[in-house]
Structure formats: C-alpha cells, structure tokens
C-alpha cells in the first residue's frame, strides 16, 4: 500500500499550491539544490513549477516517509494520467482541441479565478505571493510530520495528516489559492489537486484501464429517523445517530484507501474526520498534540474552541459517495454486515456506556469500532437517572432488542465495467446489452453522445481519452439508474421487541405497563414515533399530570432501585404518559450519554434537552446571566423562577414544586413567571429592549418598553432550509449562457496569445451546440471537487451563524439545514443562513478575511420554513409541517417583480396554534443589482425585524394587519404606483406607528430601499409583497 498513497500524496502537490505564479516566473519557491535521493537527471528534465513541487516534498516532510519522487517513474505516469481524467470539461475540451489543431501548450498571464458554476462572477488574485510565507506554510506541515513515530504503516497516517493540513494551513497563513490553470481559469489548485487524489482510485494501479467502484451508503427515510421525536434532544440525537452512522460505515474505507475516497460530503476540512483522524495519533503524544493545535486554532475562525464542540454537529450527511480502488471489491460487498455491528456498537454506548470491540471479526465492522472508541471510548459514571433506566433494559432483555432499529442500502457501480461500455458507446455508438445490467443505459447515455457528437464535430482524430474522461460523469448517471432499479427499500423504524404469545416480557414488572390492562395481547404504540411498540411507559398520575401514578413510582424503585429523588429527576427527562419504544429509547439515551460525555469538556456549543431550553436560550444568555437579582424580597416565587432559569433541562413543573402547587399547568407556571417579572424584574425591560435591538441589527428607538418583552417564553423556531435545484447541480445541469460570454471575453483579453484564439473559437462552437440541448457541464471529479467543498464551507457558516443566536444545530449539509432557534433570534439566523449560501465576496466565499476562493453557488436559491411553535406541541407534527410548507408554498412561489421573476428561493414563516403563514422572497432586484453588497443587507427579512422590534418599543401597533385588511382588496386591485396604493398605507401607519421616525421608515419608499417593491406579486396565488409583510408581521406580534 505504500506505493499506493505515494501516489495520491505525489497527486496532491505534483502541481504545487503556488502553480499559477511559480508558471508566470512572477514567485520561485526554493533555490536550485538536489534533494536527498532524488535523480539529479531527472530533476533536471522537470518544468520549474514541478521542480518546485519536489522541493516542496521534501519541505513539507513527505519524503521522510513515502521516499523521493523523480525515482519513481510509473507513479509520476499515474498521476499525470490522474491529472488528465480529473480534468474540467472546459480544460478537456480545450486541450482535446489543442492538440487536434496541433497547437503547443503555451501560458499566459491571467490573474482572475471565475466561479465554476457562474464563470461571469470572478476575483482578482494578486500578481505575487509572499514566498516566506509559503517556507512558513511548508515548516508548520513538516513539524507534525516529523512528529510522527516510524512504524510499518507510517507512511498511511502521513498521507492523512498532509491530506487534512494541505489546505487548511494554506488558508490559516493568509496565502490565495492559486487558478489550476491560467487558460481555463474556472478553478482552484486545491479542487483540481484533491480531485486528482480520488481519481488516482479509478486508474490504479498503471492508469492505462480505469477500473474501481462506486459506491453510495446510503440511509433509507432519514426525516422518519429525525422527526421522531418529543424534546430538543431527542431531535439532536436522531440525526447526529444517522450521521454517526454513515460515517463509521465509511470510516474503514477512509482509513485503508484514504481520506479522498469520500467524494460527497467532501473530507477537506471536515471536523469530523477532523476528530477521528486527530484520535487515532493519540498514542503518539507529539503529533497528536501538534495536530490538534493546528486544527483547533484553524477553526477557532468559527467559533468553536475544541474539535469535541464541533461534534455536537452532523457534518455528514445520511447519505456518502465513495470512490473505491479496484482492492476494495469484497469489502463492498461486506458493508450491509458490517452496518449492523456499527449500529450495535454505537447503541450499546448509548445505553450501557461500554464500547466492546472484542468479539468483532469482520474487519470493517472492528475499525469502524476501534474508531468510536477512540473517539468516546468507556463511558465515565454518570448520574443521568434516564441512563440508569435504559441500561437496566438493556441488560434484561439483550442486545437483540436494539438490533436493526435501523438499515442501509447500499449501491455500487462497477467503473471498470462501465468504462468498457463507454468505450463501446464512443466506437460503435451504442453499448451492449450487457450494459444495462452495470446501470448504463441509452437514456443514460443521451448527455455523452451529445458531448462525443460536439466533439467529433470539431476533432476527426485523437478520442482515445474521451471515455476516460466520461466514465465519471456516466457512472453518477448509472448509479442513480441502480438505485431507481433496484426500488425504494423501505426503512423499518423499529420493530417488535416480543414474540406473538411469549410470556417473556410478563416476566419484567416495568413492561406489564405496555399491554393493555396488563393482558398478553393488545400493547401500547411508542408516543414518539408511533411505529413501534414501546418497550416502557410511566402513567401518570390521575390528580397530577406532572407526577408518576403510584405503581410507576412504585416500579421504579423495584425494578430500578430509583430514589424518590431520582423518581422526580426522571419526570423532566421521560414525561409522565410518555412511552418509549426500542428505537426513541435508544435515542433518548443517546443524547443523555453524548451530553454527559460533552459536558465534561465544557464546550461552548450548545447541546439542548427540551424545548423549553431552547425557548429560554436568549433570554437567558443576553438577560438572565447579567441581571442582578441580589437583594430582591426573597419570596419563593422568586427563588422557583430563579430556579427555573439555572435549571437544566428546563420543565415547569419545577415552578410550580417550588411554590408547593400540588397540581400544574403551563398556563399556572407562565402566571408565576411573569409576576416574578413585574416584581422585581421591570426595570431591566429596557435593558432587554436594546440587547434585542443589537442583535436584531435594528435601529428603531423606543417610545415605550413593556414588560412583556420579560415575559414567560412559551414559544421557539423551528428552522428548515434546503438549497433549490440542487439535483440539477449535482448532474451539472448548469446554464451555459454565462459560460459562453466568459470564453469569449477571455478570448479576447489582451494577455492571450494569438495563437490560442483559434482553440478558444473551437470550444465557443462546442458550448453552443451543448447550450442548444440544455445539456449543461460534464461532471468531473474536479467539478464534484469544487461543488462538494463549497458546500462544506458553507455548512461551517451555518454551524457559526446558529450557535450566534443561541440556537442549536440539527443537521447542517451545505444545501440543507435544519435548526432550532429561540424566537427572538429566529429571522436574522435565517437571513444569515440564506446569505450563507451565496458568499460574501462576489462569487465566493471568504471566511474571517482568509480568501477560501470556494465558489459559492449562485442562480441557485435556498429556501426556508420558519415556523413558531409552543413547547407544549408534539415536536415531530411540527417539523413534519414545517418541511411541508417548505415543499409546497415556499419551493412552489413565483416572486414576480417589474422586469423579473424569481422562481423558489423564499420563505414561509408560520405558526402553529393559529395556522397562519406568509411567503416572502429571498432574492430581490434589489439584490441582485448590488452585486458587491452581501446578499443579507437588502434582504426583506431585515424589514420585518425592524417590525418586530418596534412592537415590542411602542413604536407600532399590534393592530396594523387589521387596519390593513380593510384597504387590501382594493390596494391589491389598482395600479400599484397609484396614489391610492400609497394613501391607504399612509393611512393604516398614521393609525398604527407613534412618532416621525417610525412612520418616515414605513414609508413605502423607505420600505424598498429593504426590497419591499410595492408591485410584487406572488403567483399563482399569494397576493403582493406588501400584503405578505403584513400577514408575516400578523405573526410575529405575539412573539417572543
């Protein structure tokens, strides 16, 4: 395997990170010097930018470990041959051109990296790098590596160390990425060269065949896993268990073959590969240490402190790509096994706490353990009563009773058998029937032939490399043609944990609790998913519906040896009349372990129990914390609200115990609460008022603060987004208008010699007949590099912007998010998590003033569903209907604007006690013609904030959508730049806004200059975009 990693690191830096500057003589890296075991001959016979890139082997420290480079000629044969397939279909089609029209390869001096996915949209790179810094770069990488102990294997863990620091040290010296190439200036050094690492699995071992697999693990019905669930933690857990889950599964196949193996979600700064990588140095204090500390202060930009907070986050989706060497066939043909082990390992931890790897022989399924135990390893005692109750379970019924809660499905593509078809597609024009069987198929097959005939069109000879280059791109197609094929696998979300007539579960006091009257037939159904039986349930008490019955009670300090103490503990943690089947059971005890785990290295990054957390999160941390209650009358409905507020997780009832109510209601503990405010808490409204105001971005003043804005928190978010189209980005169905006008703009620039504009003139052609059937871009590995890193990126900001406004995080994959979010908070998350999505610089992404350069993806909108529930709701029904409204009301709105029309990329905001819901886009002209202000500064989310805070400073009416609504028939009916438009809602904010200032900024004109254009319409049904303002502020008047 040496040889194996000696070329996907010789992958990574054959073209070094400085290439672009290093080609245009504008920087030299490294005086002229014979490496220790290199061929002098053949050093010599190197290009500069390569002979730079041998130095930089040294540099760095990877010849200590994998040996010299120029010896080696098959390796430097591979990667070329690497270099090539990964390729962009522009770079391809320009060098296929190249060499038909015999054109040598020639370079120029062009300094502007175009986004991949929009080439109009470009920044400028500087005209030299700072040399010193990249001897710095290349000294931090070496001192990790030379920390590394020599062993059999050394050489696997120094591939994975240069993988993982590569770029990440790049960006934390402050250098700029440079272009892969100055002729095709669409993309990075970085995706080209961590691309060019994967494909090194298709072509090895001589690269003249491709072979290897494709590989997709994938989780059946996550959103069923997800959105079982009662209480904050029971939502976190199910998405971090299926993110665990898919990874472990991978796991082994990143260790054995490499990091670059994992092609989506992409592994380049991944925090957790991150962690599970930085663990398995742990026996090597130097390096683990060195490691650590270089990672850690690289994500210290995001806010987090340690790699343990970043695993409060699923980084890793439900569902992974992998591209496989050719030695990993019978390991693929093992990973539904193994998924089982994982899944028991993983579950036996959350329930007993142990991580047995012992008795584990399938070698997949005993790395994937080792590195879970190394990650979390034994559980430290802990006094959570929930875990105590879970384990003995667990103890009295086995293992069994937690086996396949949950399954995978698995699909692979066979690259050596569809490069073959390929090949027979390209010679003879259509494949054999054999194909179909791999997944190729003539359907499949439609946007090839259009490319080949493109191509044939401008080239008679030399397409011995065009199969090559499109097996990528068909065996995406012939995987999802597998997976279509082989029909949806339908996830079991539990089972039955008792056998039909089996006395056995009779036999333990706690489950008799399960069965209707206690008879053997008939049971009672989980209360969380509804899908399975449940395994436990505690009635509740006749008199007291936050209190035990008396035999539960009674039952849990037989069968469990519970203390009266722990018996009232439990209460917040399992709900009287709760039932728990097998699966929300070992979710349940999932968090309650991972939380106690986390609490013991005090991360910042918020984990919450209940909603009701959530809820309090701002109030608490922005008010709570830094009010002095000190000296106030010692009441004891001060010292239950005070109580309340320190407790964790959070539940009413410890109001209510603390004022000796025997029985306990929201609404009596809500009463409590804000007495307590009016009391003694009064004077800090406005304190809370501008405290709201900052983190609001809102520059209203106040005419008046109530003390409502201290009130009771009976209300949360809950945030769902989902990028728009994102299919089409992943098949490349990309628009190829924008990149037609950048070729020939680049055409014509001064730099490019004369002699290319002819090879420029050829591609031109081939782009258009491609833009004729709506065909888009080849996907590339380096395509796929470029997309999978931009939505990393972009995940991390989302990880940022939701721990900013104290909310916390359930899953977040770059196009996807969903959190939840305390209410006052809710709206500017959401425009930052919008804005998130296309970038702050024009194009691209730029995070704490280090230039990534990872395109971000513009034309393609993300929509939201913010929806307000009580924390009384059943959590699950409210997800479920946030994700419907997503689906159908803000991915179905067509904003029509004077001259422009925006299809999706909006935002539903909802409630759930009254039904209500507004939609209001997302992108606006406004936006979209300021280019080079952050998409988040004209955003109509900022209006309807500055409408929230308002009501709570008196400056404007809980009224003003009734007032409204007796003008919108008519308002919606005229012109809308009539004057009637204009008098009716100067009339409706004379009656609703107190003062000057408040009425000038509802104006209607300063209402646009947010983006609220008065002649917005929504179709097919919606109304205009004033009428949606109204109706979205109609719900936030009762907030927070």
């Given at each position: 395997?040496?040889?194996?990693?000696?070329?996907?690191?010789?992958?990574?830096?054959?073209?070094?990170?400085?290439?672009?500057?290093?080609?245009?003589?504008?920087?030299?890296?490294?005086?002229?010097?014979?490496?220790?075991?290199?061929?002098?001959?053949?050093?010599?016979?190197?290009?500069?930018?390569?002979?730079?890139?041998?130095?930089?082997?040294?540099?760095?420290?990877?010849?200590?470990?994998?040996?010299?480079?120029?010896?080696?000629?098959?390796?430097?044969?591979?990667?070329?041959?690497?270099?090539?397939?990964?390729?962009?279909?522009?770079?391809?089609?320009?060098?296929?051109?190249?060499?038909?029209?015999?054109?040598?390869?020639?370079?120029?001096?062009?300094?502007?990296?175009?986004?991949?996915?929009?080439?109009?949209?470009?920044?400028?790179?500087?005209?030299?790098?700072?040399?010193?810094?990249?001897?710095?770069?290349?000294?931090?990488?070496?001192?990790?590596?030379?920390?590394?102990?020599?062993?059999?294997?050394?050489?696997?863990?120094?591939?994975?160390?240069?993988?993982?620091?590569?770029?990440?040290?790049?960006?934390?010296?402050?250098?700029?990425?440079?272009?892969?190439?100055?002729?095709?200036?669409?993309?990075?050094?970085?995706?080209?060269?961590?691309?060019?690492?994967?494909?090194?699995?298709?072509?090895?071992?001589?690269?003249?065949?491709?072979?290897?697999?494709?590989?997709?693990?994938?989780?059946?019905?996550?959103?069923?896993?997800?959105?079982?669930?009662?209480?904050?933690?029971?939502?976190?857990?199910?998405?971090?268990?299926?993110?665990?889950?898919?990874?472990?599964?991978?796991?082994?196949?990143?260790?054995?073959?490499?990091?670059?193996?994992?092609?989506?979600?992409?592994?380049?700064?991944?925090?957790?590969?991150?962690?599970?990588l930085s663990n398995k140095l742990r026996e090597q204090k130097a390096a683990y240490q060195s490691f650590r500390s270089a990672v850690e202060s690289f994500f210290s930009f995001w806010g987090a402190e340690s790699l343990e907070e970043l695993m409060t986050v699923a980084f890793v989706p439900g569902t992974a790509l992998l591209l496989l060497p050719p030695d990993a066939e019978k390991e693929v043909q093992n990973v539904e096994n193994a998924f089982g082990e994982v899944q028991r390992v993983v579950l036996d931890w959350a329930l007993t706490g142990a991580v047995d790897c012992g008795g584990i022989k399938d070698?997949?399924?005993?790395?994937?353990?080792?590195?879970?135990?190394?990650?979390?390893?034994?559980?430290?005692?802990?006094?959570?009563?929930?875990?105590?109750?879970?384990?003995?379970?667990?103890?009295?019924?086995?293992?069994?009773?937690?086996?396949?809660?949950?399954?995978?499905?698995?699909?692979?593509?066979?690259?050596?058998?569809?490069?073959?078809?390929?090949?027979?597609?390209?010679?003879?024009?259509?494949?054999?029937?054999?194909c179909e069987g791999e997944g190729v198929t003539e359907e499949g097959l439609r946007r090839a032939e259009k490319f080949v005939e493109a191509l044939k069109q401008r080239i008679k000879e030399g397409l011995e490399r065009t199969p090559r280059h499109l097996t990528f791109d068909v065996a995406l197609e012939a995987l999802a043609y597998r997976k279509r094929s082989g029909g949806r696998r339908k996830l079991v979300l539990g089972k039955s944990w008792f056998s039909y007539g089996s006395a056995m579960p009779l036999r333990q006091e706690y489950s008799r609790y399960v069965f209707y009257k206690r008879a053997d037939s008939g049971f009672i159904y989980c209360s969380i998913c509804g899908a399975e039986p449940a395994i436990i349930h505690l009635p509740r008490h006749a008199d007291d519906p936050h209190a035990y019955s008396s035999e539960a009670r009674a039952m849990l300090s037989k069968e469990f040896g519970l203390t009266k103490e722990e018996v009232e503990g439990l209460v917040v943690q399992m709900r009287p009349g709760e039932a728990l089947g097998p699966l929300c059971l070992a979710k349940r005890a999932l968090y309650y372990r991972f939380a106690s785990w986390y609490a013991k290295r005090q991360g910042k990054f918020r984990l919450f129990d209940s909603t009701e957390d959530v809820a309090f999160a701002w109030y608490i941390d922005r008010l709570y914390t830094k009010t002095d209650l000190t000296g106030k009358p010692g009441d004891d409905e001060l010292k239950a609200f005070a109580k309340y507020l320190n407790a964790k997780p959070k539940d009413i009832a410890i109001i209510c115990r603390g004022v000796r109510l025997e029985r306990c209601t929201a609404e009596q503990a809500r009463q409590i609460f804000n007495r307590v405010v009016s009391r003694h808490l009064a004077d800090a409204a406005e304190t809370a008022y501008a405290r709201l105001r900052e983190d609001l971005e809102s520059c209203s003043e106040a005419v008046r603060v109530g003390d409502d804005i201290l009130h009771f928190r009976s209300y949360l978010a809950v945030v769902r987004g989902d990028g728009d189209n994102v299919g089409r980005l992943n098949r490349g169905l990309i628009d190829l208008t924008n990149y037609i006008a950048f070729l020939k703009e680049l055409k014509e620039a001064k730099e490019v010699p004369e002699a290319l504009r002819a090879v420029y003139d050829e591609l031109l052609k081939i782009l258009t007949k491609l833009q004729q059937g709506e065909f888009g871009v080849l996907v590339t590995p380096t395509y796929y590099a470029a997309l999978?890193?931009?939505?990393?990126?972009?995940?991390?900001?989302?990880?940022?912007?939701?721990?900013?406004?104290?909310?916390?995080?359930?899953?977040?994959?770059?196009?996807?998010?969903?959190?939840?979010?305390?209410?006052?908070?809710?709206?500017?998350?959401?425009?930052?998590?919008?804005?998130?999505?296309?970038?702050?610089?024009?194009?691209?992404?730029?995070?704490?003033?280090?230039?990534?350069?990872?395109?971000?993806?513009?034309?393609?909108?993300?929509?939201?569903?913010?929806?307000?529930?009580?924390?009384?709701?059943?959590?699950?029904?409210?997800?479920?209907?946030?994700?419907?409204?997503?689906?159908?009301?803000?991915?179905?709105?067509?904003?029509?604007?004077?001259?422009?029309?925006?299809?999706?990329?909006?935002?539903?905001?909802?409630?759930?006690?009254?039904?209500?819901?507004?939609?209001?886009?997302?992108?606006?002209?406004?936006?979209?013609?300021?280019?080079?202000?952050?998409?988040?500064?004209?955003?109509?989310?900022?209006?309807?904030?500055?409408?929230?805070?308002?009501?709570?400073?008196?400056?404007?009416?809980?009224?003003?959508?009734?007032?409204?609504?007796?003008?919108?028939?008519?308002?919606?009916?005229?012109?809308?730049?009539?004057?009637?438009?204009?008098?009716?809602?100067?009339?409706?904010?004379?009656?609703?806004?107190?003062?000057?200032?408040?009425?000038?900024?509802?104006?209607?004109?300063?209402?646009?200059?947010?983006?609220?254009?008065?002649?917005?319409?929504?179709?097919?049904?919606?109304?205009?975009?004033?009428?949606?303002?109204?109706?979205?502020?109609?719900?936030?008047?009762?907030?927070?």
């Open positions: 395997m040496e040889k194996f990693f000696k070329a996907k690191a010789w992958a990574l830096l054959h073209d070094p990170p400085h290439k672009m500057w290093a080609i245009l003589n504008l920087a030299k890296y490294g005086d002229e010097r014979q490496p220790p075991g290199e061929d002098p001959e053949e050093l010599k016979k190197l290009q500069q930018h390569v002979k730079e890139a041998v130095y930089l082997w040294h540099d760095v420290g990877l010849a200590q470990h994998l040996g010299p480079i120029t010896t080696d000629e098959k390796i430097s044969n591979l990667v070329d041959k690497a270099d090539q397939t990964s390729s962009t279909m522009d770079r391809w089609f320009f060098d296929q051109i190249r060499w038909a029209i015999g054109e040598r390869k020639v370079s120029f001096k062009y300094m502007s990296l175009h986004n991949i996915f929009n080439p109009s949209l470009k920044i400028e790179h500087p005209e030299g790098i700072n040399i010193d810094k990249v001897r710095e770069f290349a000294q931090e990488i070496k001192k990790i590596l030379d920390n590394l102990e020599k062993g059999d294997e050394s050489y696997r863990l120094a591939y994975h160390l240069f993988y993982s620091l590569y770029e990440l040290t790049w960006i934390q010296k402050g250098l700029p990425p440079s272009l892969a190439e100055t002729r095709m200036p669409t993309h990075t050094v970085f995706d080209h060269l961590y691309a060019t690492a994967s494909v090194i699995n298709m072509l090895w071992p001589k690269g003249d065949e491709v072979g290897g697999y494709l590989v997709e693990i994938d989780i059946p019905q996550i959103q069923r896993v997800v959105n079982a669930a009662r209480k904050a933690g029971d939502f976190w857990a199910g998405s971090w268990l299926v993110s665990m889950l898919t990874w472990l599964t991978a796991w082994p196949f990143v260790w054995k073959y490499g990091p670059d193996v994992v092609i989506k979600p992409t592994l380049r700064l991944n925090p957790t590969y991150l962690y599970t070698e997949l399924a005993r790395e994937s353990c080792l590195a879970f135990r190394d990650m979390f390893g034994d559980a430290e005692p802990t006094e959570e009563t929930f875990l105590k109750v879970a384990s003995k379970i667990r103890e009295s019924l086995g293992q069994e009773l937690f086996a396949d809660l949950l399954s995978v499905r698995v699909t692979a593509v066979n690259l050596g058998r569809v490069y073959s078809c390929v090949k027979e597609f390209v010679v003879d024009g259509r494949p054999s029937k054999e999978s890193m931009s939505l990393m990126i972009t995940a991390l900001k989302d990880v940022r912007e939701v721990a900013k406004y104290r909310g916390q995080v359930i899953y977040a994959g770059g196009d996807d998010v969903l959190a939840l979010l305390p209410a006052e908070t809710a709206l500017i998350a959401t425009r930052n998590l919008r804005d998130n999505y296309w970038g702050d610089e024009i194009g691209f992404h730029n995070v704490g003033g280090y230039p990534f350069a990872t395109p971000r993806l513009p034309g393609f909108g993300r929509s939201f569903s913010v929806r307000y529930v009580n924390i009384m709701d059943i959590m699950s029904a409210e997800i479920k209907e946030a994700t419907r409204l997503l689906e159908e009301e803000a991915k179905k709105v067509q904003w029509d604007f004077p001259g422009f029309s925006v299809w999706k990329d909006a935002i539903v905001v909802s409630e759930s006690r009254t039904g209500k819901s507004a939609v209001l886009p997302l992108t606006t002209p406004k936006q979209l013609f300021a280019p080079q202000t952050p998409h988040k500064a004209f955003s109509v989310l900022n209006a309807l904030n500055q409408l929230f805070v308002m009501r709570l400073g008196g400056a404007l009416s809980g009224n003003l959508p009734e007032d409204y609504e007796r003008y919108r028939e008519v308002v919606e009916r005229v012109d809308c730049r009539s004057g009637v438009v204009e008098d009716a809602w100067g009339y409706v904010v004379g009656r609703n806004a107190a003062g000057e200032d408040a009425k000038r900024f509802l104006s209607l004109d300063a209402l646009e200059s947010y983006g609220v254009d008065r002649c917005a319409k929504a179709s097919p049904k919606g109304g205009s975009l004033l009428m949606q303002i109204v109706r979205a502020y109609g719900i936030l008047r009762g907030y927070p």
